[in-house]
């Protein structure tokens, strides 16, 4: 009889730190074991895979799709195909922070009727820094996945403005949204990752049970009929692709980065986000060339940036997430 495969389910939006708290589960909490990572991301171009992708994992990347859209066909299948050419004792799957969590374990689900698969973990990151515009940005997507979390662990508590709701408001807040799930607010980059994941595993009973009992609840419902919704892609340049979703408004451009990049320019790039010329930008990441072995990894998240300069002698790529995205604008400041 073949081994279970364990699902960690790593969700969160926009910005809230998935992929930094992946890396950390991967070096302190999953050591020895065989580890493959699934991964959903909004728009053209995977930025969070390159990231990885030197950790030792296998990672299969699902670009350029809602996660309404992709996991009901590519998604069982790039789970299959992980463990059919994989055989991993435990399946990671960090979808885009535009997606509704009961959109992932559905899918999952299905899956493990014909798959050695159950899910141990539903994790959902939400970022204290930016709580009270997120509750306003994202919508049923950030309320979803706070709802349907098994374990909330909230992230950059370190970071709260003084004139923004408290550590304890926002937990309070969140408690309106899921009154079941352990909310984890010690700042977790300094926590083991070995920690995490035994609160996560412990949480995951409880939210297994709930589960099964709002699954009872729902019993006759059809269980596809919210995936179903209009989609529109559209093709407006080699190097752009827009990804339109009809929930919210939000929409993708992706750019491949040829010319190298200094601080200064990324600076200029995120006064552009912020004065509004070019839309409404709520995230853009990306990794740009400073020369042929480094390169700089940009996150932008609500106006706040961060910058780290790394060994990435891949192409240069950046992704922006917003609202009535300007190309054109943003096509002239990168100059491709």
């Known amino acids: ?3 279970t495969i364990k699902i960690d389910i790593i969700s969160g939006f926009l910005g809230a730190g998935k ?28 930025i969070d895979g390159d990231l990885l992708q030197g950790s030792g994992i296998t990672v299969k990347e699902l670009a350029n799709g809602c996660i309404c859209c992709t996991l009901q066909g590519d998604f069982v299948d790039g789970i299959r195909e992980l463990v059919e050419t994989c055989n991993p004792e435990r399946i990671i799957i960090e ?4 997606a509704k969590l009961l959109d992932i374990i559905a899918p999952c689900k299905k899956a ?17 820094a930016s709580y009270t515009p997120l509750i306003n940005v994202g919508g049923e997507f950030f309320t979803n996945q706070i709802i349907d979390a098994w374990f909330i662990l909230i992230s950059a508590v370190q970071d709260i403005p003084d004139d923004d709701m408290s550590l304890a ?63 529109e892609h559209d093709s407006h340049h080699d190097h752009v692709h827009d990804h339109n979703h009809d929930t919210n408004g939000f929409s993708s451009v992706s750019f491949h980065l040829k010319s190298p990049w200094t601080a200064e320019k990324v600076q200029g790039l995120a006064a552009i986000f912020k004065s509004g010329e070019c839309g409404e930008v709520f995230r853009a990441k990306g990794l740009l060339p400073t020369d042929k072995k480094r390169a700089l990894k940009f996150d932008y998240v609500y106006g706040t940036v961060k910058l780290i300069e790394i060994d990435f002698p891949g192409e240069g790529k950046l992704v922006i997430i917003g609202r009535d995205l300007k190309t054109d604008r943003l096509e002239s400041y990168l100059k491709v």
């Not at 493959?36 to 909004?42: G, K, Q």
């Not at 408001?169 to 799930?181: F, P």
Request: glycine letters at 6%; proline letters at 4%.
């Open 19 to 46: 992929t930094t708290l992946i890396n950390k589960l991967l070096a302190e909490a999953y050591a020895g074991e065989r580890v493959a990572l699934l991964e959903n991301e909004f728009g053209e171009i995977g």
């Open 169 to 231: 408001e926002i937990v309070e807040s969140i408690r309106t949204l899921n009154d079941k799930a352990p909310i984890f607010t010690d700042p977790w980059d300094t926590t083991d990752g070995l920690t995490l994941l035994t609160a996560a595993e412990q949480a995951a009973v409880m939210g297994q049970a709930t589960a099964e009992e709002q699954a009872a609840v729902k019993a006759g419902q059809d269980p596809h009929e919210e995936y179903h919704h209009d989609h």
């Open 1 to 3: 009889m073949k081994q």
């Open 95 to 98: 979808p885009t922070g535009l």
């Open 112 to 128: 493990a009727e014909s798959l050695p698969l159950e899910i141990n973990l539903v994790v959902s990151l939400v970022n204290a």
